[in-house]
């Protein structure tokens, strides 16, 4: 049997968007092995597959790099892959610097949003573009999600004759969202007390990234002239803190609401018991959580970033990062249902997404 091995820095990424993708590739006749970062226990749907535990860190420069390159070349020298799909930047740069050292064969790449683009910082690109320039002729195929950077991935220099693909995003599962399989859970009970107000979600990490202070400031904004809105975040991280020391410092306790992390299967109720959902981000390589909430019907707004203006083409849902008061007159309109529309998401579809990816991997180039 042939055999592929899948490649993220951390197990969450695997997890979250690429089940999918490796059922698609043991349909097709493979076994896939899967390398990274192991933290936790392994999702039951890929238990059967044989994990490696990878030692790579999201900081490109850490000290453990030297020892991921080494363990990478060991996996990769003894596995006789046909081949190596990577994803994420640092395990994409190191894993596919080891493979071209063991000579493999096939080396792919999907780059989930290039951390160079424009409106990045020069850091950004004084460190990730050269990392991808290099990378890049170590490289058979690469794959991109957004349209800005599959312009940009055509400038590189890929292997002798290498390719670029552009592939819209992971794939959504639209049958997540069909109203039979959407059961009821804690989250409904607790929702119910706001029945009579305008509930505005976002599904993000709380980082500077993700910018939900934008949001929250312009609620702040809302609720000066009218109290009947509340705002969810749903998601941990770095910023939770900081976001919880602003809500209490600004007494907007009653109005903004700390979900925590919610697990993925209830993403698809928390979408329906919401009203609208918003993303500011600062940089988005697509931006699934927006694909998902047109998919289960909801209003959005979002900030004007390559990912999100590869779904949205309606400029009235688009705002500037930072512009506190466009977003709150734009909110204000969506909640009055002065602003209003349908957005077409069947290119995201998963079906949609798996056919692409089936022809990249048996393209021979």
Known sequence: MKKV????????????FLIP???????????????????????EELK??????????????????????????????SGKFEMVHFHTPVAAF?????????????IIYTAHGFHFYKGASLMNWCIYYPMELLAARWTDKLITINEEDYRKSLEFKLRKNGRCYKVNGVGLDIEKFEESKISKSELSKDFEKYSNKFKILTLAELNDNKNQIQIIKAVEEIIKEDKNIVYFLAGKGPNRKKIELYIKDKNLEDNIKLLGQVN??????????????????????????????????????????????????????L????????????????????????????????DEVLKKMKNIYGDKK
């Open 5 to 16: 091995l899948i490649v993220t820095t951390i197990q969450d990424t695997v997890e979250a």
């Open 264 to 317: 993925k299967q209830k993403i698809p109720e928390l979408l329906k018991l919401s009203d609208c959902v918003i993303s500011t981000s600062k940089r988005e390589g697509l931006g699934l959580n927006i694909i998902e909430a047109i998919a289960a019907g909801k209003q959005i707004l979002c900030t004007k970033n390559r990912g999100h203006k590869e779904i949205i083409l309606n400029k009235e849902f």
């Open 319 to 350: 705002v500037e990062v930072g512009d506190v008061q466009d977003l709150k007159n734009k909110i204000l309109k969506i909640s009055q249902k002065k602003l209003k529309a349908n957005h077409n998401i069947k290119k995201f579809y998963l």
């Open 48 to 77: 059967n597959n044989e994990w490696v535990n990878i030692s790579f860190s999201r900081n490109p420069f850490c000290l453990n790099s030297f020892k991921a390159v080494k363990e990478m070349r060991t996996l990769i020298r």
């Open 94 to 106: 190191l894993g596919r610097y080891a493979a071209m050292r063991e000579k493999q064969k096939n």
């Open 21 to 43: 993708h490796i059922k698609m590739l043991e349909a097709e006749g493979y076994r896939v092995s899967i390398a990274t970062n192991i933290y936790k226990e392994i999702n």
